[in-house]
């Protein structure tokens, strides 16, 4: 069964935008409760080790420098089937191609500059969440 559970960042482009509030309000209406948060500045060996598994993509090295590029703010969020209702909350990468009323259609700039990150599985979720949490197993 598919966990509560999900990871999100809202990325340095809608934060250093100030736009942090307005998407976390927009997600709590949508049924999702902020169960951890921080705000950080990621380091680029922090960067590089959370997108590996991008590493050969040709926008690698752009998307760790957009990454590393100001501050971002990792976010646990718990909602029924939380992985699958976030990811269709936040809309597609590209926000061109976003459905109306998801966080990318609203607040994206960009294919890269794109508002924020959702965890793409129950086990990358679990991941992620220890990767900027470290009392993840405990929440
Ligand atoms: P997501 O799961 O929707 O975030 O998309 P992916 O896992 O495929 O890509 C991770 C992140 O890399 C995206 O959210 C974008 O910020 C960036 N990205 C993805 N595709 C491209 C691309 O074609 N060009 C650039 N410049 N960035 C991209």
Redesign the pocket.
């Known amino acids: 069964m598919a966990g509560n559970r999900t990871l999100t960042i809202i990325?340095p482009d809608a934060f250093g935008a100030g736009k942090a509030g307005k998407i976390i309000a927009h997600l709590e209406a949508g049924g999702f409760r902020v169960v951890a948060a921080r705000v950080m500045h990621l380091s680029t060996a922090q960067a590089e080790e959370f997108?590996g598994?991008?590493r050969e993509?040709?926008?690698f090295r752009?998307?760790v420098t957009?990454m590393t590029s100001g501050k971002c703010m990792p976010m646990i969020l718990e909602k029924a089937d939380a992985v699958a209702e976030l990811?269709r909350a936040?809309g597609?990468?590209?926000p061109a191609e976003a459905a109306e009323g998801t966080v990318r259609k609203l607040y994206a700039e960009?294919?890269?500059?794109?508002a924020i990150?959702?965890s793409?599985s129950d086990e990358n979720a679990t991941r992620e969440s220890r990767f900027f949490f470290a009392e993840a197993g405990t929440l």
């Open positions: 990325k997108y598994v991008h993509r040709p926008f752009s998307l957009f990811r936040i597609s990468t590209d960009s294919k890269e500059r794109n990150h959702a793409d």
